[in-house]
């Protein structure tokens, strides 16, 4: 059974920095596309790429987030990391670990980051 447990959310003022943590356990995730994904507050808001890294390590980045936010993985340790700095109150939002190996689709549960002063 695959899981994906998260870490890092939390409570940041602005021009702040988190990082966020999610490892991946159940299969193999060696080809897998490792990435954060978020939805922010209002129940009609869709979950929108944040980062998402390949299995090659070509990364990808929405242009909201370029410049501040960086994605990385430990193919060995089976993590997918979200390096947030510059954050803004538009950043606030749950973000969720997604893991795509083929067709098949993981998501974590969520973690709150809430950019406020």
């Known amino acids: 059974q695959v899981q994906l447990v998260e870490s890092g959310g939390g409570l940041v003022q602005p021009g702040g920095s988190l990082r966020l943590s999610c490892t991946a356990s159940?299969?193999?995730?060696?080809?897998?596309?490792m990435g954060w994904y978020r939805q922010g507050p209002g129940k009609q808001r869709e979950r929108e790429l944040v980062a998402e890294v390949a299995s090659d390590g070509f990364p990808e980045y929405a242009e909201a987030v370029k410049g501040r936010f960086t994605v990385s993985r430990d193919n060995a340790k089976n993590t997918v990391s979200l390096q947030m700095t510059s954050l803004k109150p538009d950043d606030t939002a749950v973000y969720f670990c997604k893991v795509r190996v083929g067709a098949s689709v993981y998501w974590g549960q969520g973690t709150q980051v809430t950019v406020s002063a």
């Open positions: 159940g299969r193999s995730f060696i080809y897998a596309a």
